[in-house]
């Protein structure tokens, strides 16, 4: 079932703020885009596993991201949704290359 | 060497089996599961409650897909399995599908009984037992007006009161005199069947149906006895029939069901049945708590874990029909081995019996109060001796406390869920161990409250008792949020105390448990943070919750709203005008007037608000912060003929003045020029009320979900006064409330006489007018502030490729 991945460019690191989500199209796909204060650069499918609520619109902790709508918790690493609440937001790898940040999907 | 594990059936009992032998051993089985419903594990005693209108077929998974893949089975849907060839040990499906297995368990439930009469397969007569059936009934409900259910047991109520529900016009037809003869004696039926005609059901009792009338769809039923009556829809309720046929074509023994021993294997080694499609000791049960006892007792014998096995169950059943209590178990019917205790208050509708054999309790009928039904039940199981209890003490809860007292009362091994089997240790285990504090985290951890639901008052009372419990001991109280056991007051003086500048510092410092806070602490420590240091603390966006960080109000869909400050209420025809050509421009979805006297522009793209903001050339509304929202007013003297001031200009003075500062929660305020009060100021946070020589002020009011009218503060007689007791009083609530609490429980909790007399002391004015404004001055208005700000203005773009 694996399809193969493309890595598409998507925007400069430095033009992406710490800890504010960052709404992106790629193929159509709306992914949130996050720069965490450790660093690291994730990407999950801008819908939360609940009520498609845009993650990328919510308060980042850490590695987790609380969704705005009903303020589901939700790891950006592994995509899984916190307990008591159940459920999994697809991820996406990122990269970065010569300050620009590309993501696979 | 995995084994292979095939089940037939994808319903509760089969699949809550899986899960107690993935708990048991998640390594040893290849799991397939076969189920010809088109949908994942879900509670189908939640379908009443879906009738009913109080949930959605959505809402009642039990398990998602997700699940099934987290846990690596394999699932087959929409296909069924229909032979089980057992010398080659394989399942053959209605897809020419060959699944080998190792072992094999038929958890295959029942079909509702549609009794064999002429008609009985015209259009418009269906059974109640799955999805499609709720999903049939609710849009015939739509359609159709009469509605027949056949059968006054358990479900039939059930779905007499749904299609009601639904504005259908029902009767229930009955073979036997009374109603539920399965649970309640004559006098619990009677009380039951006079409070569901007081509901609008109608009944047909000692009827028994002849035949089905129609020509392509039902029209008519026709009785035994002659008589007949029309109908759109007839609901076959009048029980279940276990699915074995294909454990009989595999020549298993089968008697109603199929048959099993305490460790649910049939006459084949290899084969379980679990479930209502299993008969243990003759009886194959159809409520839930007995199936999930069996499915542990499966589990455990799977696994090769030492059990007794399964022993069969007494059963207690609990009504879920709105506004009719009841709760049966045991026996029901006295005979010649029991004495009853009996209490029959016809005047307050409620009937309580027990049935008594050798000083143990043996039955119960409840009706009207059923509170007492687990309490009872438990001693019942327990076969506790009552010898020592009179027999009003036996009927009563020992305190007239209620659930509170009854939870004190039970023991560790009580049963609290009974559809679950959860014990109260459990539940108390849970929330010490996972540092539970809400029912949702509970049934989450537990499954208690999980199924039908009604036990959860009773964890709510475990809940508050074992925190409370905590409390008494330890002298903790409850944290700000899940970070910390420290409260606002005590996060707010350490702040103080310890110069601390930011909120990372007060984390770090204080020890909160996660590094970066979570949604609670995050947008509350930036509110105390500005609110103590206003001229020195920076604002971070990336601590407000989205409304306030986007200045729009976050929609269901991701859009926003767009609202301009409309003071007083009042505009301009050039501002009307540009409000529509704005809304023209952007194809705005919905323009509404809001409750707070604006107008408001909804459904608007997130990358379109700055341009639309840049358009207007309008100030923010604010109608999406913590700060205040808006003045309303009435017309007051400038045209009314009863207005005694200028209440609207008044109101626009307080707006302008109050504006955009931060407070622990909105605020809503009002001017009203007379006591016929047509600007509703009572329920406000601040209300002036005018008079004819000056202003009642008032304060602590609020409209939402808990109205409080608001108290006096006192009359004055100038607007300047108005004006700055306004701000004295604002920024008294923005010290002193916890973030996200409104001014009506803030006053409720420290008292309304406090607030008072701290703002009639002509000394204490002053200082907090001089804060506020200090305040005051470091807030730019919302969208002048983003425009000129690039970086702010970025947070609205989406990024395309």
């Known amino acids: 079932m694996n399809t193969t991945k493309e890595r598409v460019k998507v925007m400069k690191l430095a033009d992406l703020p710490k800890q504010i989500g960052k709404e992106v199209m790629i193929n159509g796909k709306s992914i949130a885009l996050f720069h965490l204060t450790n660093g690291d650069v994730r990407a999950v499918l801008n819908s939360c596993p609940h009520k498609n609520g845009p993650l990328a619109e919510g308060i980042v902790s850490g590695e987790f991201v609380f969704c705005p709508l009903y303020d589901w918790k939700i790891s950006l690493v592994t995509g899984e949704v916190q307990k008591p609440d159940n459920g999994r937001v697809e991820t996406f790898e990122t990269q970065i290359i010569d300050e620009y940040i590309y993501v696979m999907v | 060497m995995k084994k292979r594990l095939v089940m037939i059936g994808n319903g509760m009992a089969g699949v809550r089996t899986v899960e107690e032998i993935l708990k048991r051993d998640a390594q040893s089985f290849d799991i397939t599961i076969i189920g010809d419903e088109n949908h994942p594990n879900y509670n189908r005693i939640m379908l009443s409650n879906v009738l009913q209108g109080k949930t959605t077929v959505d809402e009642i998974n039990i398990n998602d897909w997700d699940w099934y893949k987290e846990n690596n089975i394999n699932l087959l849907t929409g296909e069924k399995a229909i032979q089980i060839d057992r010398k080659n040990k394989v399942v053959v499906t209605d897809q020419k599908k060959h ?241 009853a205790i009996i209490v029959h208050d016809q005047f307050a509708k409620k009937y309580k019996k027990i049935l008594i054999t050798d000083n143990k309790i043996v039955g119960i009928v409840l009706y009207g109060d059923a509170s007492d039904g687990n309490r009872l039940f438990n001693m019942l199981k327990k076969q506790a001796d009552i010898s020592e209890y009179t027999s009003t003490s036996v009927l009563s809860s020992a305190n007239a406390g209620g659930e509170e007292d009854l939870v004190t009362a039970m023991s560790a091994e009580d049963t609290v869920c009974g559809c679950n089997g959860v014990t109260k240790g459990t539940i108390v285990q849970s929330i010490l161990e996972q540092g539970l504090t809400t029912f949702e985290e509970v049934k989450g951890c537990t499954k208690a409250g999980g199924s ?284 002193h409330a916890n973030y996200g609490e409104r001014t009506a429980p803030w006053v409720e909790r420290v008292g309304a006489e406090w607030v008072k007399e701290t703002l009639l002391k002509e000394e204490n004015i002053a200082p907090l007018v001089e804060c506020f404004e200090k305040a005051k001055g470091t807030y730019q208005e919302a969208w002048a502030s983003v425009l000129q700000d690039d970086k702010k203005k970025e947070m609205y773009q989406v990024v395309r490729n």
Request: net charge negative; aromatic share 6%.
């Open chain 2, 99 to 339: 699944i080998g297995y190792d072992e094999l368990i038929i958890a295959t439930g029942s079909s509702a009984f549609i009794l064999p009469l002429p008609g009985s397969d015209l259009e418009g007569v269906i059974g109640f037992r799955t999805i499609e059936d709720t999903e049939k009934m609710m849009e015939t409900a739509k359609k159709y007006k009469k509605a027949v259910v056949i059968g006054g047991g358990l479900l039939g109520l059930e779905a007499a009161r749904g299609l009601i529900d639904r504005g259908m016009d029902v009767h229930v037809v009955h073979i036997m005199p009374t109603l539920m003869e399965q649970q309640l004696d004559k006098a619990a039926a009677n009380l039951l069947r006079k409070d569901l005609e007081a509901q609008g059901m109608k009944f047909l009792m000692e009827k028994q149906t002849a035949e089905i009338c129609g020509e392509n769809r039902v029209e008519s039923l026709k009785f035994t006895d002659g008589t007949s009556i029309a109908c759109d829809l007839v609901v076959m309720a009048v029980g279940i029939r276990p699915n074995v046929a294909i454990a009989r074509e595999a020549e298993l023994e089968v008697n109603r069901a199929i048959v099993v021993n305490d460790h649910m294997v049939t006459s084949d080694e290899s084969i379980y049945a679990v479930g209502e499609c299993a008969e243990h000791k003759g009886i194959a049960y159809g409520l839930v708590a007995p199936l999930y006892e069996q499915g542990i007792a499966l589990a455990d014998h799977i696994t090769g874990k030492e059990s007794k096995g399964y022993q069969g169950s007494i059963l207690s059943t609990q009504l879920k029909v709105a506004g009719c209590d009841l709760f049966s178990g045991g026996k029901i019917h006295e005979d010649d081995q029991t004495e």
């Open chain 2, 452 to 735: 039908c639901g009604k036990c959860k008052p009773m964890v709510e009372s475990i809940l508050a008792h074992t925190l409370g419990d905590k409390f008494d001991a330890s002298a903790q109280k409850l944290g700000m949020c899940s970070c910390t056991e420290l409260t606002r007051d005590e996060v707010v003086a350490q702040i103080m105390e310890k110069g601390l500048k930011t909120p990372k510092e007060v984390r770090n410092v204080l020890g909160f448990a996660h590094e970066e806070g979570c949604s609670k602490c995050r947008p509350a420590l930036n509110y105390y943070m500005r609110m103590l240091r206003p001229e020195e603390y920076e604002d971070d966006k990336a601590s407000r919750f989205v409304n306030e960080k986007m200045e729009g109000n976050i929609q269901k869909d991701g859009t926003f709203s767009v609202i301009p400050r409309m003071y007083g209420g009042t505009t301009t025809a050039e501002d009307l005008i540009r409000i529509g050509e704005v809304a023209k421009k952007y194809n705005v979805p919905l323009v509404k007037v809001t409750g707070a006297s604006r107008i408001g522009l909804y459904g608007v793209k997130k990358e379109d608000v700055p341009k639309m903001w840049e358009d207007l050339g309008m100030r923010s509304g604010y109608a999406y912060s913590k700060s205040l929202r808006n003045v309303k007013s009435c017309v007051g003297s400038r045209f009314c003929r009863f207005g005694t001031q200028d209440s609207l200009g008044l109101g626009i003075k307080l707006e302008q003045a109050l504006e955009m500062v931060d407070t622990p929660h909105k605020m809503k305020m009002g001017v009203t020029g007379c006591p016929r009060n047509c600007a509703e100021v009572l329920t406000k946070d601040y209300g002036i009320v005018c008079v004819e020589n000056g202003y009642q002020i008032y304060f602590g009011g609020n409209g939402g979900t808990e109205v409080r009218e608001c108290d006096l503060l006192t009359t004055v007689k100038t607007e300047e006064e108005v004006i700055t007791i306004a701000k004295a009083y604002m920024q008294l609530y923005r010290e």
